[in-house]
């Protein structure tokens, strides 16, 4: 099995910072891409930045320039630096990664339980 355990959310005022972090442990092999995704209310979830093994970033268009996403693979951990936060960034945020496991060669995606972050006006 793989947990997933995020941290760093919280309430900012507007063009304040955060920075998430997300931590994977469990029976991994390799990890392909990490990414975060957010859901506000009423919304769909949607990409926010993704991150492959080999470090190319991708972002959504709302956050490029505001938002860098950064990976430590000795330990297995993606970061979400969230600078001159709007109150459009309120939402849960998730991370997401791809895995191998140890002995085989299927992908799994696993999800992380979601961190709030709220942008107060």
Same mark, same amino acid.
Do not use: D, F, H
């Given at each position: 099995?793989?947990?997933?355990?995020?941290?760093? +959310?919280?309430?900012? @005022? &507007?063009? #304040?910072?955060? =920075?998430?972090?997300? %931590?994977?442990?469990?029976s991994i092999f390799s990890i392909n891409t990490m +990414?975060?995704?957010? @859901? &506000?209310? #009423?919304?769909? =979830?949607?990409?926010? %930045?993704a991150i492959t093994n080999g470090d190319s970033t991708n972002y959504a268009d709302s956050v490029k320039g505001r938002f860098t996403i950064s990976r430590d693979n000795a330990k297995n951990t993606m970061y979400l630096?969230?600078?001159?936060l709007k109150p459009e960034d309120t939402a849960v945020y998730y991370c997401q990664?791809?895995?191998?496991?140890?002995?085989?060669?299927?992908?799994?995606?696993?999800?992380?339980?979601?961190?709030?972050?709220t942008v107060s006006s």
């Open positions: 099995q793989v947990q997933l355990v995020e941290s760093g +959310g919280g309430l900012v @005022q &507007a063009g #304040g910072s955060l =920075r998430l972090s997300c %931590a994977a442990s469990g +990414g975060w995704y957010r @859901q &506000a209310p #009423g919304k769909q =979830r949607e990409l926010v %930045a630096q969230m600078n001159s990664i791809k895995v191998r496991k140890v002995g085989s060669p299927t992908v799994y995606v696993y999800w992380g339980q979601g961190t709030q972050v």
